[in-house]
Structure formats: structure tokens, C-alpha cells
């Protein structure tokens, strides 16, 4: 047997038995006991609530992923990437177009196989526990300007990579990673522009006590920003959340609606002091260098596996081709893209405890954020007690007891 494909259905099998084993050993560390921070907020059936909606998505996340893995198993054993491969090169359009066929064939069936999955969790399970607001007009909406933004974008961005590989030699791979880097800085900064207001409405919060309590925060914090928005999250889901977006003068302040709704204003000012605690510590900057230095790593790897015809024969593709090799060196860059995921959560998981601490000193509403803390977790029924095997794996935030019992800490020094 091909020793490739014989290493990549290891990489497979490995990712999914560890995946799978962190599930359940989430599932094992479930304790019916309120931990004793959240008595007051959790009643036992609301507990219990949280603990069964766990239970649900934990059980179908690992029957979807079951499912996908056997058959990407047997798609690549019967030959299907050659067999793909075989009826978009019968089109003759050419390296680039046909590349580009080949990518939108593959991510169309993904995407296709992949939604009833996503039906059934967005209009059964969410919808069971009240998180569901999705109607089937947005979702069918939401699909099609997903699908037509892949095929622009995506399309655009795969046809410049096939053109660089094909034809600037061998420091090719950092033609391409320099071009692709800048794509997606400048996409950074137009996103909040021209494709986040595509999915969601955003409106500028209204004058009263929360915009004169929020500007007021960030100008104590030398913040320059576009304004104070409020998106329509509640158009989708029950579930909150805050973010900034944009740099320099395109920076905003972005609430879900729910997150107004469901908290005071010291709690919300407290959770923008958090995200002021991330741009401030510098830590988006320093997280988008990683990621770029990352990314070059891996366009110098994918340099050195282009036309392996090892790797193609591994896969029953019998043509030789830049396109192909951009899809198959995804199987042996997924170890090295988990690793790297798995430093990343270590990274965030710190950087949320700085933020933390940081809003705490700033803000001095260090008992409002831990009161919001508890609130969202209550509004989303997250798990409180995770195992630290799954937070190691794939927690890009702290277990929300860490987080809090860290923030009491610094409200006693």
C-alpha cells in the first residue's frame, strides 16, 4: 500500500479518536451539583437544562463527525478526488479554471452534504433548548450569500495562488504567501464595511445611559473609534456576545442586541473594558503576526509537496497538478494545523485572563463583570465545568469558574 495514503488515513483515524475522546470525557466530567458561584443564577432545573443541551450537541457533533469521517474514508479509497478530477479536466478550460472548477465542485458537495446536518441542529436542537430565531427565509438567505461569496472571493483568491505557483518559480510559495497575506488584511479592514453588514444590520446605539457610559470608558482609554453598534444577533439566535472590529479609523464597538437586553449597564461596560483589555495589550496585532508567520510556514511546506506523485498516487489522481496538490497537502498539513491550533487556545486562553484583569483595574466594575460573566453564561447554558483535557484541546477561552475566581483575586489585591 501506498505509504501516503497509509499516513493519512493515520492522521484521519488519530483526529478523530482524539476528538471523540475529548468529547466524552467532556460528557464524563457533567456534575448535576450548581457550583456555588452560579447559586442564585441557576435554579436546578435550568442546571439541568444546561447540562442535557450538552449532552445533545456533544452526541450530535460526534455522530455528524462520525458520519463525515467514513465517508471521506471512502471517498478517498474509491478514487473520488480522481474521478472529480477526471470531469472537470474533461472541460478543457484550462490550469487556472479548471483548478478553480475543481475547488467549486469540492466545496459544493461539502456544502450540499453538510446541510441537513445544519438544518436539523439549527431547527431541532437549538430551537429545543430556545436559542433558534432563524427563520427558513434567513437560513435559505444566509446560504446562498455564503455560497456566493465563497465562489467570488474564494474563487479570486484560489486563481491568484494557482497563477503565482504556475509561474514565478521556486520562491513561488512566498510570492503567494505575501499576496494572500495582504488579501486578508485588506479584508480585515473592509469587512466591517462591505461583508459583515451582508449577514447583519448593524445600527448605531441610541443616545442614553449606555452610549454616554461606554463612550465615556473608551475615552478614559485614549479609544478612537467609528462609533457604538448594536447588530441584529436576535435575527439567528437568543445567544450574546461583543466584539470590536475595524482598525485605525474604521474601529467600532459592536453589541448584540440580546447582550443589551439581557444586561446592565455596568455589566456591558464591563465586557467592553474586556475587549478594550485585548486591543490595548496589543493582543490582536500580536495574534495576527502569529497567524502570518504561521501561514508563511505553511506555504513554504506546501512549496515542497507540489506534484508529489506519491501523494497523488495515494489519492487514484493520476494527472499531476497545482490545484490537486493544494487540496491533498491539506491531509499532511492537518496534524501541523492542529498543533498549532491546540498553542493558539493555550495563547487566547492567557490573553482572556489579562483582558480580565485589565478590565477589572480600568473599569473598577470588576463585581458587574463577574455578575455579566455568570449572566452569559446562564443566557447560553455553557458547560461550567468542562474537562481539562477539552480545554486544552480546544478551549480558546477559560472555563468561565477560572475566569471569575480569577477576577475575585484581583478585586482583593
Given at each position: 500500500?501506498?505509504?501516503?495514503?497509509?499516513?493519512?488515513?493515520?492522521?484521519?483515524?488519530?483526529?478523530?479518536?482524539?476528538?471523540?475522546?475529548?468529547?466524552?470525557?467532556?460528557?464524563?466530567?457533567?456534575?448535576?451539583?450548581?457550583?456555588?458561584?452560579?447559586?442564585?443564577?441557576?435554579?436546578?432545573?435550568?442546571?439541568?437544562?444546561?447540562?442535557?443541551?450538552?449532552?445533545?450537541?456533544?452526541?450530535?457533533?460526534?455522530?455528524?463527525?462520525?458520519?463525515?469521517?467514513?465517508?471521506?474514508?471512502?471517498?478517498?479509497?474509491?478514487?473520488?478526488?480522481?474521478?472529480i478530477d477526471g470531469i472537470v479536466r474533461s472541460l478543457?478550460?484550462?490550469?487556472?479554471?479548471?483548478?478553480?472548477?475543481?475547488?467549486?465542485?469540492?466545496?459544493?458537495?461539502?456544502?450540499?452534504?453538510?446541510?441537513?446536518?445544519?438544518?436539523?441542529?439549527?431547527?431541532?436542537?437549538?430551537?429545543?433548548?430556545?436559542?433558534?430565531?432563524?427563520?427558513?427565509?434567513?437560513?435559505?438567505?444566509?446560504?446562498?450569500?455564503?455560497?456566493?461569496?465563497?465562489f467570488i472571493l474564494g474563487g479570486a483568491i484560489f486563481?491568484?495562488?494557482?497563477?503565482?505557483?504556475?509561474?514565478?518559480?521556486?520562491?513561488?510559495?512566498?510570492?503567494?504567501?505575501?499576496?494572500?497575506?495582504?488579501?486578508?488584511?485588506?479584508?480585515?479592514?473592509?469587512?466591517?464595511?462591505?461583508?459583515?453588514?451582508?449577514?447583519?444590520?448593524?445600527?448605531?446605539?441610541?443616545?442614553?445611559?449606555?452610549?454616554?457610559?461606554?463612550?465615556?470608558?473608551?475615552?478614559?482609554?485614549?479609544?478612537?473609534?467609528?462609533?457604538?453598534?448594536?447588530?441584529?444577533?436576535?435575527?439567528?439566535?437568543?445567544?450574546?456576545?461583543?466584539?470590536?472590529?475595524?482598525?485605525?479609523?474604521?474601529?467600532?464597538?459592536?453589541?448584540?442586541?440580546?447582550?443589551?437586553?439581557?444586561?446592565?449597564?455596568?455589566?456591558?461596560?464591563?465586557?467592553?473594558?474586556?475587549?478594550?483589555?485585548?486591543?490595548?495589550?496589543?493582543?490582536?496585532?500580536?495574534?495576527?503576526?502569529?497567524?502570518?508567520?504561521?501561514?508563511?510556514?505553511?506555504?513554504?511546506?506546501?512549496?515542497?509537496?507540489?506534484?508529489?506523485?506519491?501523494?497523488?498516487?495515494?489519492?487514484?489522481?493520476?494527472?499531476?497538478?497545482?490545484?490537486?496538490?493544494?487540496?491533498?497537502?491539506?491531509?499532511?498539513?492537518?496534524?501541523?494545523?492542529?498543533?498549532?491550533?491546540?498553542?493558539?487556545?493555550?495563547?487566547?486562553?492567557?490573553?482572556?485572563?489579562?483582558?480580565?484583569?485589565?478590565?477589572?483595574?480600568?473599569?473598577?466594575?470588576?463585581?458587574?463583570?463577574?455578575?455579566?460573566?455568570?449572566?452569559?453564561?446562564?443566557?447560553?447554558?455553557?458547560?461550567?465545568?468542562?474537562?481539562?483535557?477539552?480545554?486544552?484541546?480546544?478551549?480558546?477561552?477559560?472555563?468561565?469558574?477560572?475566569?471569575?475566581?480569577?477576577?475575585?483575586?484581583?478585586?482583593?489585591?
Amino acid at each position: 500500500m501506498n505509504i501516503y495514503l497509509i499516513i493519512i488515513l493515520a492522521i484521519i483515524a488519530f483526529r478523530y479518536l482524539l476528538e471523540s475522546t475529548s468529547d466524552l470525557l467532556n460528557l464524563k466530567a457533567v456534575s448535576p451539583d450548581i457550583p456555588e458561584e452560579f447559586k442564585g443564577y441557576y435554579d436546578a432545573e435550568k442546571y439541568g437544562k444546561s447540562q442535557d443541551y450538552l449532552r445533545e450537541t456533544t452526541r450530535w457533533g460526534l455522530f455528524v463527525d462520525s458520519i463525515n469521517t467514513v465517508v471521506l474514508v471512502i471517498f478517498i479509497l474509491a478514487g473520488g478526488f480522481g474521478w472529480i478530477d477526471g470531469i472537470v479536466r474533461s472541460l478543457s478550460l484550462g490550469p487556472i479554471l479548471t483548478g478553480v472548477c475543481f475547488a467549486y465542485f469540492m466545496m459544493l458537495t461539502v456544502t450540499v452534504l453538510g446541510l441537513p446536518f445544519s438544518i436539523y441542529s439549527t431547527f431541532v436542537i437549538e430551537k429545543k433548548y430556545g436559542f433558534n430565531r432563524t427563520t427558513p427565509k434567513t437560513f435559505v438567505a444566509d446560504f446562498f450569500k455564503s455560497m456566493l461569496l465563497m465562489f467570488i472571493l474564494g474563487g479570486a483568491i484560489f486563481s491568484l495562488v494557482l497563477w503565482i505557483f504556475g509561474g514565478l518559480g521556486d520562491l513561488a510559495w512566498l510570492y503567494c504567501w505575501g499576496a494572500v497575506a495582504a488579501l486578508q488584511i485588506f479584508l480585515m479592514f473592509i469587512a466591517p464595511y462591505v461583508i459583515m453588514p451582508i449577514f447583519n444590520k448593524f445600527t448605531p446605539l441610541e443616545d442614553g445611559e449606555l452610549r454616554d457610559a461606554i463612550e465615556a470608558y473608551a475615552k478614559s482609554q485614549g479609544f478612537k473609534m467609528k462609533g457604538v453598534f448594536c447588530m441584529d444577533g436576535s435575527k439567528r439566535s437568543s445567544k450574546s456576545n461583543a466584539f470590536f472590529t475595524g482598525f485605525g479609523k474604521t474601529r467600532r464597538i459592536v453589541l448584540y442586541d440580546t447582550l443589551i437586553k439581557n444586561h446592565s449597564v455596568d455589566e456591558l461596560v464591563a465586557i467592553i473594558a474586556h475587549e478594550m483589555g485585548h486591543y490595548k495589550l496589543k493582543h490582536i496585532p500580536s495574534a495576527i503576526v502569529r497567524s502570518l508567520v504561521v501561514s508563511c510556514f505553511m506555504f513554504f511546506l506546501l512549496g515542497l509537496c507540489l506534484n508529489n506523485e506519491g501523494l497523488f498516487a495515494a489519492f487514484g489522481v493520476d494527472n499531476l497538478s497545482i490545484y490537486m496538490s493544494l487540496f491533498l497537502f491539506g491531509f499532511l498539513y492537518s496534524p501541523v494545523s492542529m498543533l498549532v491550533g491546540i498553542v493558539e487556545s493555550i495563547i487566547s486562553r492567557k490573553h482572556e485572563f489579562q483582558a480580565d484583569a485589565y478590565a477589572a483595574e480600568t473599569s473598577g466594575l470588576g463585581e458587574s463583570m463577574i455578575s455579566g460573566l455568570k449572566q452569559l453564561s446562564v443566557d447560553n447554558l455553557s458547560n461550567l465545568t468542562p474537562h481539562p483535557f477539552t480545554v486544552f484541546l480546544t478551549y480558546s477561552h477559560p472555563p468561565v469558574l477560572q475566569r471569575i475566581r480569577a477576577i475575585e483575586g484581583k478585586i482583593e489585591n
